[in-house]
């Protein structure tokens, strides 16, 4: 079975004596990992790029061989001086967690693209794990019938179990259950600080009732260098 996809290279490992396994977001296959037996020289390959992946697997789940037909950017490079190793390695992170192997997920590809391509601020990164967890089952309910609002009142808190928000009138009673929602996610109030505390609870609460490794020890390093 042989496959081709476009994809962000997420990790290198060395394999054997000369061999690679590329770990890579695909825009079409998801998270996956492929065997590279060898590289053009001069390729210069790299976390962070978007390349061309061409790889051949006899089984679904068996590690593929496969090869770099093109490089077509070098997202890494555009970033500030320290993110753009640490950047792939927190994408990475999360996407070995969290994705099974071969599971398409356009919407998180496209957000990580996004996220690659300029400089990173705490409020676009809190806007990506947005859309991962949304994407895993964990997302945050910021908006439509089940937000707990007037229509002129805004958002204020957002419930730990549920993810639904919710405005400062409706939660004032329960207060002290909820989780503050910050300005970077539709909130009124709140930073980078905030924005950490309730995007972390709903990734533990990821790993606790699925299982998942826990920690995430690139994105813990990632926000405090932001």
Not at 2 to 15: R, W
Not at 65 to 89: C, D, M, R, T
Not at 146 to 157: S, T
Request: net charge neutral.
């Amino acid at each position: 079975m042989q496959e081709q996809d476009q994809v962000i290279v997420l990790g290198l490992a060395p394999f054997a004596e000369q061999a690679q396994v590329l770990s890579f977001m695909g825009t079409d296959t998801g998270y996956g990992r492929v065997l590279l037996k060898r590289l053009p020289k001069g390729l210069g390959l790299q976390p962070g790029q978007v390349v061309q992946l061409q790889w051949r697997r006899r089984l679904p789940h068996q590690l593929g061989a496969g090869q770099v037909l093109e490089v077509i950017n070098h997202f890494a490079q555009a970033l500030q001086p320290g993110l753009s190793a640490l950047l792939p390695q927190y994408a990475y992170e999360l996407c070995r967690s969290f994705l099974a192997e071969g599971d398409a997920h356009p919407q998180v590809y496209g957000a990580l693209q996004q996220l690659l391509q300029a400089p990173v601020h705490f409020a676009t990164l809190a806007q990506f794990e947005c859309q991962f967890l949304s994407d895993i089952g964990f997302g945050l309910t910021l908006s439509g019938p089940q937000v707990q609002r007037q229509p002129e009142e805004a958002l204020y808190y957002v419930s730990p179990k549920t993810g639904v928000a919710a405005s400062q009138r409706v939660g004032v009673p329960y207060a002290e259950r909820l989780l503050r929602l910050p300005a970077c996610l539709g909130g009124t109030g709140g930073g980078a600080a905030e924005a950490y505390q309730v995007l972390s609870h709903f990734f533990h609460k990821a790993q606790a009732e699925f299982g998942y490794p826990s920690g995430l020890p690139a994105r813990e390093t990632l926000w405090q260098a932001l």
